[in-house]
Structures are given as structure tokens and as C-alpha cells.
């Protein structure tokens, strides 16, 4: 028989397949970003379709996406069925902004390591240029060029 998204699996098989610990399965539970079920045996089974939201949790976490953000999109999936590809498409949306923002300020980041990043240092010979007597300061904290795309001394 194929293996299919409403198989259950046990806590074991899901630790295996995503490398996540029980303290933390149990601690995105208790977040409400994933679910599991209780046999009569009481023992805590998953929907294979869960392993898609687990891994989502731990890339979101390497890409430093706060959980807020994590709960917020998951919180437009169906919880009784299988997620449709339509479903995903919808929540992909709202994260794909952000992800755009932060592949902007990677991208930028990239670009300016070497040049001003419009943090008040002066240190850089393009400061001189970008941010003659760190005027950027006007603009806001921090690294005004990286923060905000396109800003002008
Ligand atoms: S890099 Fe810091 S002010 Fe230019």
C-alpha cells in the first residue's frame, strides 16, 4: 500500500523524518502550529501531513522568521483535512512578502559589505560620498542604507 498524507504516524516516525525533538514537537503543540491525536492506547499519533508544517517551523527558524509570523500564516490551513495545494498557495502569499523583504535586505547587505551601509561609522571611503557627516542619522537608527531601499544622503 502507498504511503499517503492521512497516514498516522508515531511520535517516534515523525522525530526520525524531521530530526525535531519531542520538547519541541510538544512545544510548537502547545503554540497550536501543529496537531496530534491520542489512540485509545493514549498514545500521540501525527498525520504524515503534519510533517510539511514541522519542516516549515524549522526552516522558518534557520531563516530567523519569528514564530509569530510561523503562527500567523498557519493560521489560514485547515486543521481537520489534508492542506490542498490551494491552501498553500493562499498562505504562501502572505509569506512570500516577507520573505521578499528579507531577501532585499540580504541582497542589499550583500551588495553594501564593502561600501556605506549608512550606520554613522564613517569608516568606509563611500561614506564620504553616502553619508557626508552622517546626515543618513536624519533618516532613522541603524543602518539607514541596508533598512531603507534607496535613501539619498
Ligand atoms: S558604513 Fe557606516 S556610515 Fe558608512
Not at 492521512?6 to 502547545?30: C, K, Q, W
Not at 561609522?121 to 541596508?146: E, F, W, Y
Request: aromatic share 4%; net charge positive.
Amino acid at each position: 500500500m502507498h504511503a499517503s498524507p492521512d497516514d498516522h504516524l508515531t511520535i517516534g516516525e515523525v522525530i526520525r523524518r524531521t530530526g525535531m525533538p519531542a520538547s519541541a514537537l510538544h512545544f510548537y503543540e502547545r503554540k497550536g502550529l501543529i496537531f496530534s491525536e491520542s489512540t485509545s492506547g493514549n498514545q500521540r499519533i501525527f498525520s504524515r501531513h503534519m510533517l510539511r508544517r514541522i519542516s516549515l517551523i524549522i526552516v522558518a527558524k534557520r531563516l530567523s522568521i519569528p514564530l509569530s509570523d510561523v503562527a500567523e500564516v498557519f493560521a489560514d490551513l485547515p486543521t481537520d483535512r489534508v492542506p490542498t495545494h490551494k491552501d498553500w498557495q493562499r498562505v504562501s502569499r502572505r509569506w512570500k512578502k516577507q520573505l521578499e523583504e528579507r531577501r532585499r535586505v540580504i541582497e542589499s547587505l550583500e551588495h553594501e559589505l564593502t561600501g556605506c551601509i549608512g550606520c554613522g561609522c564613517l569608516s568606509m571611503k563611500a561614506c564620504l560620498l553616502l553619508n557626508p557627516d552622517d546626515t543618513l542619522q536624519g533618516r532613522g537608527p541603524g543602518p539607514v542604507r541596508i533598512q531603507q531601499p534607496g535613501v539619498a544622503p
